[in-house]
């Protein structure tokens, strides 16, 4: 794996976006988007609160900044700048990483009918889609949070023991950079399709980051136990 990695780094991010797009765009032509889009119109239910909003904003801009300087890192020898950039941005990504997962991560732990929802892939892998069940987040929600969460982990290890190198002057570990850039391949391939989730294949889910509102619709289709937890556990939404 290090002598792959060490050698054709930029071939292996270069295949992996390539085929993440290629397999996205099929599943868009094949399958399609949900039949229920998140409309402006009659948005009455809180999905996100401010504090979710921003806290995800943050994390979504420091990680693509974070991925860009590092894939430019891997196609040049970058200079200080860039590599002082994806330091930052770095921190600031685990930082934002390990307060939303104290803050919120109850939301994400697995229930019951998780296993129904994954049994058929929340009817993404069929042109009919149909609703299935899921809480505030569905199976594939929970799953994507807490491999994000894991490769955080382990980006932020193996990047404190580059850092390191780098400042003792000491010559960079292989193996430790083979893997610190095959997880940010994982996350980046994780987080291309949560994009592709979010703003392609569920038309207007994008709201939720803007006005953190959704619409009763959207919520019986997608998150049809969402309600009936709240009411369980008092929580209101
Ligand atoms: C890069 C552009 C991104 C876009 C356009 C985007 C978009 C969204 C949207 C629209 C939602 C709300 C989904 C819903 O209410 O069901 C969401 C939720 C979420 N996002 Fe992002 N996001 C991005 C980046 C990221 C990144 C980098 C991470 C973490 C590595 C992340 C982690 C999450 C999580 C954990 C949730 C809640 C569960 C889920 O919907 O999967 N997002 N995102």
Redesign the pocket.
């Known amino acids: 794996m290090v002598y792959v990695y060490s050698n054709f780094a930029y071939m292996i991010i270069t295949l992996a976006v390539a085929v993440t797009i290629i397999i996205t765009t099929l599943h868009y032509i094949v399958i399609g988007a949900s039949k229920v889009p998140l409309r402006a119109n009659n948005q009455v239910i809180q ?2 609160s401010l504090a979710e909003r921003v806290l ?1 904003w943050i ?2 801009l420091s ?2 900044i974070v991925s860009a300087s590092g894939t430019y890192l891997i196609f040049r020898e970058g200079g200080k700048n860039i590599g002082m950039l994806h330091s930052i941005n770095g921190i600031l990504f685990l930082a934002m990483s390990l307060t939303i997962l104290i803050l919120w991560y109850k939301q994400y732990t697995f229930t019951e009918y998780d296993r129904d929802w994954l049994r058929y892939l929340g009817g993404y892998l069929s042109k009919e889609h149909g609703s299935h069940p899921a809480g505030k ?1 569905n199976a594939g ?1 929970k799953i ?2 807490w491999l ?1 969460m894991v490769f955080t982990g382990i980006l932020s290890i193996t990047g404190s023991i580059l850092m390191k190198s780098k400042i003792s002057q000491v010559s960079v570990n292989e193996s430790v950079l083979a893997v610190h850039g095959i997880s940010a391949v994982f ?1 980046i391939v994780l ?1 291309m399709g ?2 592709y989730l ?2 392609v294949a569920n038309p207007g ?2 709201r ?2 803007v006005s953190g509102k959704v619409t009763k619709e959207w919520v019986d289709y997608h998150h049809p136990r969402w309600g009936i937890d709240s009411k369980k556990s008092k929580i209101k939404i």
Request: charged share 10%; aromatic share 28%; proline share 0%.
């Open positions: 999905r996100f995800h994390r979504m990680f693509i987040f929600q994507f949070f994000t996350v987080v949560h994009v979010s703003l889910t994008w939720v980051l």
